[in-house]
Each structure stands twice: as C-alpha cells, then as structure tokens.
C-alpha cells in the first residue's frame, strides 16, 4: 500500500511556536549541564541530568505532533511507541532476542520488569525526529515498508552513539558481546533496533496514520541530537571512535535529508 508522507509544502510550512521552541531550549540546556554536574556533584549527576534531558526532549516531540496531529492520535503515539518499547526490552534482556545478552545496571530508577521506565520514552523521543528525516529523504509517496524501513535506519543511526556511551556509564552491561564488536556493543543490538522502530512505525502507520508531519521542528530535534551526542562524546566523554562513527553516520542523515528539503523547498516555491 501506498502511503502519502508529506506534501513539500508541509514539509516547508511546518513552524516552531514560542512553546516548542521554549522546550527545545530548556532541553538542550540540560543536556549542556550534564557534563557541568558530572564534574561538580559526581557520576551520580549524570544519571538526574540524563533523566531530565529524556523528560524534557519527549516533552518537546509530543508538543510537535499535538500541534500538528491533536490530542487522539498523539496520545495514541505516546501508548503505542513505549509499550511496544518496553515489551521489546523486557523479552530482549530475559531472553536475549532480539538485542543479544544484556542487562540493566540498578543506576536507573525505576524499573518495571527490569526495564527502566526511561528507556520506553527514550525509544519515544527519537522515533518521530526519525520519521521526519526519513520523510525528507524519501520525498512524497512511499509504499509504508519502505517508509517504515528508512526510519529504522535513521532511528538506529542514533544508537551508534548511544550504547556505546550508556554502556560507559554503566547504566546496561552486555553479558557476552563477543570478539567482533562495535566499540564493546555486539551487532546484534543493531539489527534489533532496526526489527524493533521498524515495526513501531509500521504499527503507528496502520493504526492512526504517518502524515501531516510537523517537519521542521521534527528535525530541528534530530539535528540538535546529532549536535550534543558528537559533541558530547569527542569532547566531554571520551568516546572517540563511536563519536566519529555516530557523527558521520547521523550526518550523513541530516545531509540527505537537507537536500531533499532544499529541492522540496525550490519546488514549492516553483510551483507558486
């Protein structure tokens, strides 16, 4: 089936409200301080900032879609994008499917059956960004498989920087990640994660729909993600070889997907 992603002119017109932009700003500022505290309160603080920047930044992208989607169908994000998170971590580290062998550390608080109640909404702050970039990148009309499919792989780019640097601060250890690895994640996880956003955004897609997207704020998110993660772990953390990885990989995302919004950009203005 055939689905209808974004009009370039959607894709152009969506705008930042003072309110987002607010979000935006309060959250980029907790994600700054966290080296701050780290240095100043101890490895404790990063766990308190690291809570604050997830709250803050799924704050941010339900604010985007409210605007764009309403109350029903972005309530119905917020229930299906973390149950299924959530179902995917409670099965992936009592059975090891589909992420490999691992388990989470006591430093995040609280946990259901395990699983850290932040990480659900962590699967949820980034899915959307991803749809967007994965909508500029596609350009209008894609059968929902593919649509679904480039999502993963925008979403999973995230995690070239993310588990590396969580398993840093051992908030999850891999229980055998193997001889052959990335930076010490076996890549396994990788074809999980790309299996788990897959099905979220095909689940999403066919029960309340994936248009209309507030494009820019969207990606503005994603951008400013890829900006504090290379960041983060080429000067603060210490992660030299992810941070290069992630920064090139998530980079060639965003310059993708900025020049099809260039190209969808002159269209629109053609076409007036």
Known sequence: MMIKIAKPIQA??????????????????????????????????????????????????????????????????????????????????????????????????????????????????????????????????????????????????????????MVAWDLWRWTEPGDFTYFGIPWINFAGWLLVSFIMTLVVSLVVGINRLPIMPLSLIYLVTWMLQSIGHLAFWGLLGSGIVGALVMGAVIWLAGRNGLRMASAAREAK
Do not use: C
């Not at 932009?21 to 080296?35: F, R």
């Not at 490999?100 to 006591?106: D, Q, R, V």
């Not at 699983?115 to 702050?125: D, R, S, Y």
């Not at 980034?126 to 994965?134: G, N, R, T």
């Open 12 to 165: 152009i017109d969506s705008k930042l409200t003072r309110p987002i932009i607010g979000l935006i700003a309060v959250w980029v500022l907790a994600m700054i301080s966290v080296p701050i505290l780290r240095w100043t309160w101890g490895e404790d603080a990063v766990v308190v900032g690291l809570n604050a920047g997830v709250l803050l930044q799924v704050a941010a992208v339900l604010a985007v879609l409210w605007t764009a989607w309403g109350t029903k169908k972005t309530a119905a994000v917020l229930v299906i994008v973390p149950v299924i998170a959530w179902l995917s971590e409670f099965v992936g580290h009592h059975t090891g499917f589909p992420f490999g062998a691992y388990h989470y550390t006591e430093r995040l608080q609280p946990q259901l059956g395990g699983v850290p109640i932040l990480v659900p909404l962590a699967w949820l702050m980034m899915l959307p960004p991803s749809w967007a970039m994965a909508s500029l990148m596609l350009r209008g009309k894609q059968r929902r498989w593919v649509f679904a499919a480039v999502s993963a792989l925008v979403f999973t780019a995230w995690d070239l920087f993310l588990d590396p640097q």
